[in-house]
């Protein structure tokens, strides 16, 4: 069984989010180039997010046609994959002029930290509810089978509506459900020993100095503690206003971050809270929006028992 081949054109009257599996750099550059290529054929807007290494290829392979395609450095959009979704957004709005529009992103390769592929599924999950009921346009996500644990394989083939090649599916797209449940999911559990305060609005600017107290212990320089409190401020403020006018602030430190967690009574139902464009908020919306902004990786879960967000800093 092969991976690479042309992807034909399939008529299209809403979104299409699709996984496409490959094995090494030389397959991917064959999943991913009659993908890229047929869309500049057709004038289409079309816009690669992947990792340098891989865009150079593309680039190389498409040649002077490489001039009609908008690159991204992945790693730098998606550190967070939080930020991802609005990205698209800006590119879906921009292309609005376009009667189709294209994309692929790569958000999972290996060597991500495990709670970074854990984000990523979650967005891939959103990013079907965010684009479905939207303008039409396909986006394809490049899966490296091999280097790739099963799981996440598996994970791709639960959060993409289309697989290729087909002799690839596994268990089937499991919609919009997987998103919200996802949503929902317990965080992994915190060490046994945490520092742990509760928090009321009078307690705010005091909130600042204890999480500057937190980076200072931890290490972090200056610059990457000011991001730190700064979103735990906001996050926090968000507790204020959603929670009953209360939360309690978390810390720990784990081999290679910083994890600040802010809790509170309030339930979230919107899953993409915090991930939609800052200009389409409302003020009290606007909390999540900068953390995603500002830290490594934040996390967010919410039930009718509460919600919680983890904010990272990397050490």
């Known amino acids: 069984m092969t991976l690479a081949g042309r992807v034909p054109r399939i008529p299209t009257t809403n979104f299409r989010h699709e996984a496409g599996f490959y094995r090494g750099l030389d397959q991917m550059v064959g999943r991913v180039l009659p993908f890229v290529r047929e869309g500049v054929e057709l004038g289409e807007s079309v816009l690669v997010v992947m990792l340098p290494d891989r865009i150079r290829l593309i680039e190389e392979a498409l040649g002077a046609d490489a001039a009609q395609v908008r690159f991204l450095d992945m790693g730098r959009v998606g550190q967070n994959p939080a930020r991802i979704i609005p990205e698209w957004r800006r590119f879906i709005d921009h292309a609005a002029g376009k009667s189709f529009a294209r994309g692929v992103a790569e958000p999972v390769w290996a060597g991500r930290r495990d709670v970074e592929i854990e984000e990523c599924r979650l967005h891939e999950s959103l990013v079907n509810v965010a684009f479905d009921d939207g303008p039409t346009w396909r986006l394809m996500c490049p899966y490296d089978v091999d280097a790739l644990p099963d ?19 596994g268990r089937g797209y499991e919609g919009h459900a997987h998103a919200f449940a996802a949503f929902a999911e317990p965080l992994a559990d915190s060490p046994t020993s945490v520092f742990e305060i509760a928090f009321r609005v009078a307690d705010l600017t005091d909130l600042r100095g204890t999480v500057w107290r937190l980076c200072e212990r931890a290490g972090l320089e200056p610059d990457a503690a000011d991001v730190m409190i700064l979103a735990a401020h906001e996050v926090a403020s968000n507790s204020i206003d959603r929670g009953g006018g209360r939360g309690v602030l978390r810390a720990w430190t784990e081999p290679d971050a910083l994890v600040v967690e802010v809790r509170d009574s309030s339930t979230i139902d919107d899953p993409l809270a915090g991930r939609r464009l800052a200009s389409g908020l409302a003020e009290s919306g606007r909390g999540l929006w900068i953390a995603n902004q500002l830290c490594d990786l934040v996390q967010v879960r919410s039930t009718s028992g509460g919600t919680v967000v983890r904010l990272f800093s990397w050490l």
Do not use: I, N, S
Not at 151 to 169: G, N, S, Y
């Open 151 to 169: 799981h996440v394989v598996q994970d791709a083939m639960r959060t993409h509506p289309m697989v290729l090649p087909e002799e690839e599916r």
